[in-house]
């Protein structure tokens, strides 16, 4: 039986990029501790497990400490994961995190397809003077070329300079008024899929900053990963406040999104197109937790 490929789980504990609220920063070690939780079993739905199937390693949280270099430590940690031959899911912190982790993705894959659930199209051009505003990262992907296609679902904030800004980069906008089960475009690899937690309704997700009504419940999210069966090249599960969840419902939720993400990923692993840079032959999982344990990731 041929080994699974790896899955590797990175940590970015930065919120310095939202715009209403601080404590995203806080929530991987949130993440982790329902992940690892004896409330549940290590099962997908997809019927796959957690140490047998699936091969998650968690790679720990990246350095970060809001500097102008978090960017690149950010991408680099990605790209660590990408050379190791592993699929990276990474959790954060706000959704700014999905800028810098696509310029590893892309600069692996190429251009990718991005699926992206949310209620809101952070596509803003800026928001507050901040071009790198969790409300903008789908505007730097779009402009710099990471993203072939970006397909949003379960948005309800369309105000007018989004609904311009989605005319202007070509996105497929699904709001969550038109939502139905089955109405997803089909969708080729490789396949990115980012999770802005708000993308739920607040009934399901009480632990984001921005409670929006309306949104998606989570048999809605986890049928659609259920439906996917195209290379995924990662993916990431950002925008948990743990100062506003209540009884780590939302962390749950958060867990078991990591969980089935890994799980498909698993059964349709995106390959590289080319090496990232000379580290591909030789950048093993040792190496890689000598650099985390040394700061470097």
């Excluded at 706000?94 to 590893?104: C, E, F, T």
Aim: charge should be negative; charged fraction near 25%.
């Amino acid at each position: 039986m041929t080994a699974p490929v790896p899955i590797h789980l990175i940590g970015l504990p930065t919120d310095c990029h939202s715009s209403f609220l601080r404590g995203p920063a806080k929530a991987p070690a949130h993440i982790r501790a329902a992940l690892n939780s004896d409330h549940g079993n290590p099962a997908s739905e997809r019927g796959t497990e957690l140490g047998i199937e699936i091969d998650l390693v968690d790679l720990g949280d990246v350095a970060l400490d809001e500097g102008s270099e978090d960017d690149d430590r950010i991408t680099q940690a990605v790209a660590y994961a990408l050379d190791a031959g592993a699929i990276p899911i990474s959790i954060g912190g706000d959704h700014a995190v999905s800028y810098p982790i696509l310029k590893a993705i892309a600069a692996a894959h190429g251009p990718v397809t991005i699926l992206h659930f949310d209620a809101h199209p952070d596509i803003y051009d800026e928001l507050g003077g901040d071009r790198r505003s969790h409300a903008s990262p789908f505007a730097r992907i779009m402009e710099d070329g990471l993203a072939k296609r970006l397909v949003q679902v379960g948005i309800r904030t369309m105000n007018r300079h989004c609904r311009e800004q989605a005319e202007r980069f070509g996105v497929e906008v699904i709001e969550a008024r038109h939502f139905r089960p089955g109405c997803l475009p089909a969708l080729d690899g490789p396949l990115y899929i980012s999770i802005d937690l708000d993308g739920f309704d607040p009934a399901f997700a009480p632990g984001v900053s921005h409670h929006e009504p309306g949104g998606l419940t989570v048999r809605d999210v986890t049928d659609i990963l259920l439906g996917l069966d195209v290379p995924i090249a990662g993916a990431d599960v950002v925008e948990l406040n743990p100062d506003r969840d209540i009884n780590g419902m939302t962390a749950v939720l958060a867990a078991k999104m990591v969980k089935e993400l890994a799980a498909l990923a698993t059964a349709y692993p995106a390959r590289a197109q080319g090496a990232i840079s000379s580290r591909a032959e030789t950048l093993g999982d040792s190496e890689i937790a000598s650099r985390q344990t040394n700061g470097a990731l």
